[in-house]
């Protein structure tokens, strides 16, 4: 069974940071590309980030230069590094395997100004 779990949300204050982690199970994580997206308040779904099996890394435009993702393959488990927060982060965090329907329950961000 795939689980996704999320964790390191929380409240915030403007330029303040967090460490998103999803911890994974039930697939090859390895040979995974995976990626993290968010949805605000009364919003759509918006990606975020993703990084491949590869190594390489893709941000949204918002996020550039302030958010970093990672991966530890040992661990089987993504993070994501969010720095300079600002109120338009504020969202539920999701992780997902990239192309799958597979989502964890997400963890909610917070941003105060």
């Known amino acids: 069974e795939v689980q996704l779990v999320e964790s390191g949300g929380g409240l915030v204050q403007q330029g303040g940071s967090l460490r998103l982690s999803c911890a994974t199970s039930g697939f090859t994580f390895t040979s995974s590309d995976m ?8 919003k759509g779904l918006q990606w975020v980030s993703s990084i491949y099996s590869d ?24 993070y994501l590094q969010m720095n300079s927060l600002k109120p338009k982060d504020t969202a539920n965090y999701l992780c ?3 192309g799958s329907n597979y989502w964890g329950q997400g963890t909610q961000v917070t941003v105060s100004s």
């Open 96 to 98: 997902t395997i990239r």
């Open 55 to 78: 190594g390489s890394v893709y941000y949204t435009d918002s996020v550039k230069g302030r958010f970093t993702i990672s991966r530890d393959n040992a661990k089987n488990t993504v």
């Open 35 to 42: 990626s993290w997206a968010r949805q605000a308040p009364g």
